[in-house]
């Protein structure tokens, strides 16, 4: 393949990466998606019902992090919260999800900021907990100058970095876990309320295995690659009473037809690449490398063409 049709190739890949990655954003986005997480994953609402964390709990509408946020707005309105906090020294940080909410209890309602990452690599060069443990500081920091000012840090809002990693590793999936702070005492016992330390948590929400957990079951079903889009509207709605609207459905059948139509070319492309490679190595026709490989009659006048492509050192996706 020669440059121009490499850089041809991962551009088309990066693109229907990009699609793909943001319809899993948007059926994130969702609500009673939110509310499900919420409840199985945050102490606060853990005795909740779903529909009280949609329709009470849950503040405005969860901004996405595709839409763009202009430097210096971050702290504009806390109402407003953008998706993206922004430094001088540092550039920009890009949140999937980010939106506010507030928690029911017997005093003053508390305010949490929470942001979900959907994250497909579990393993890109760095521990993912300590990239949450920073989103989480600078949703602290980014507070400045709106939840609180000068010396009154009595108002800041804790803040939650929740991940649902897609693709995680064998030992790791079918797991929830938090990471929190607490108190240890090292000389005596101080036993400072809760509420002044406990300001930011991290949740890892590792898909796959087979747990029963409904957030699990959920987001196993919503993100699936395989399922259909039928039986994920029947299970998210019998099973969680999820209301599918148009927009919800829209986005549930993108993703489904996208990542059908990605694994598709992805195995026509190997069976494709697997003749190639018998013909070159084995030296034999086109036709026997198909025999051998038992490749299907119906099958063989498209491979072909992909093959034939493939010795035209042309891009195959």
Known sequence: MNMDTKISADMDAADINARYDHACKTLLAEKY???WIMRDCLDEYRDISIEDIVTKYIEGTPQ???VPVMPNETNAAIRGIGTEDTSI???CISYDIRFMATV????????LIINVEAQNDFSPGYPLVKRALYYCARMISAQYGTEFGKMDYAKIKK??????????PKKRRGTVTAYKMRECDLVGKAEEPLANYDLLTVVMVCLGGKRRRAVLRLLNTLLSKTTKVATKKKVLERDFNIPMNT????EATFMCNLSEGVYKRGYDKGKAQAVWTLMKTANVTKEKAMDLLEIPPEKREAYGKLVQKMGQGKSVL
């Open 89 to 91: 020294n540092e550039g």
């Open 33 to 35: 998606i939110l509310a």
């Open 159 to 168: 803040v939650y970095s929740i991940w649902i990693c897609i693709d995680p």
């Open 247 to 250: 927009k919800f459905e829209e």
């Open 64 to 66: 996405i992090g595709e």
């Open 104 to 111: 029911p209890s017997t005093g003053k309602p508390i305010q």
